[in-house]
């Protein structure tokens, strides 16, 4: 059974403190791992998809990397507007997905 | 571009009521639809997943039932609903084919049952 772990599960940073959002991951034959971010009371919004270890995609301030094992996702320097909750998931069988649990992100002034 | 849809955005309804989701999605055809719920300070469960017309599978057994009477509509619905039912209802939508296809979420509902 696949498996996505996230952490932490909530994190504060000020504005311009940079840090990374972890996905830990078990799967039978990794075929991408995605991520989303989510405001409250709003659905997930698709950010990347990442599909072999070593590569790495950017958005702005943010830059999901992947490995075997896990994906992280870096913010740089971010502003109050980055704060959401921050999802990974893993696809299985028929476009299933895993997802995690999430880390809910606060960005300070 | 394709775009998708929920409604109600919210809905308060009693224990033993019935229910009726919708979601539809516009811009593409043919497309895979999922039904997921998301509990408060937990992961999203999915629930239903169609291929096609007519073609449903569900994931948990529980008080839930979906169809898809269209080729871009997905309903979900119960009976009578119980408290356990309350979350907040995701639909989204991926292109059929690859297995790897990115999954485009809706605005979601907010379900309280009372």
């Known amino acids: 059974e696949d498996q996505v772990t996230q952490s932490p599960e909530a994190l504060r940073l000020q504005e311009g403190e940079s840090s990374s959002l972890n996905c830990s991951y078990t799967?039978?034959?990794?075929?991408?791992l995605f991520w989303y971010r989510q405001d409250p009371g709003k659905g997930p919004e698709f950010l990347f998809t990442?599909?072999?270890a070593g590569e790495e995609k950017e958005k702005e301030r943010l830059k999901a990397t992947l490995t075997k094992k896990e994906s992280f996702l870096h913010i740089t320097a971010p502003k109050p507007e980055d704060s959401a909750t921050y999802l990974c998931?893993?696809?299985?069988?028929?476009?299933?997905?895993?997802f995690g649990t999430g880390t809910r992100l606060q960005v300070t002034l | 571009s394709q775009t998708i849809h929920q409604w109600p955005a919210t809905l308060v309804q009693p224990v033993g009521s019935p229910l009726s989701l919708e979601c539809t999605v516009e811009?593409?055809?043919?497309?895979?639809l999922y039904w997921y719920r998301q509990a408060a300070g937990r992961g999203l469960q999915l629930l239903f997943y169609?291929?096609?017309?007519?073609?449903i599978s569900s994931e948990v057994p529980q008080n839930l039932s979906a169809s898809r009477p269209q080729d871009r509509q997905f309903i979900l619905s119960s009976k009578k609903l119980l408290l356990s039912d309350s979350g907040f209802y995701l639909c989204?939508?991926?292109?059929?084919?690859?297995?790897?296809?990115?999954?485009?979420f809706g605005p979601g509902t907010r379900l309280t049952v009372l």
């Open positions: 990442l599909y072999s």
């Open positions: 989204a939508w991926s292109r059929t084919g690859s297995g790897t296809d990115t999954q485009y």
């Open positions: 811009g593409t055809s043919n497309p895979n």
């Open positions: 169609s291929v096609g017309i007519g073609q």
């Open positions: 998931a893993v696809p299985g069988t028929a476009s299933k997905l895993t």
């Open positions: 799967v039978s034959g990794l075929r991408g």
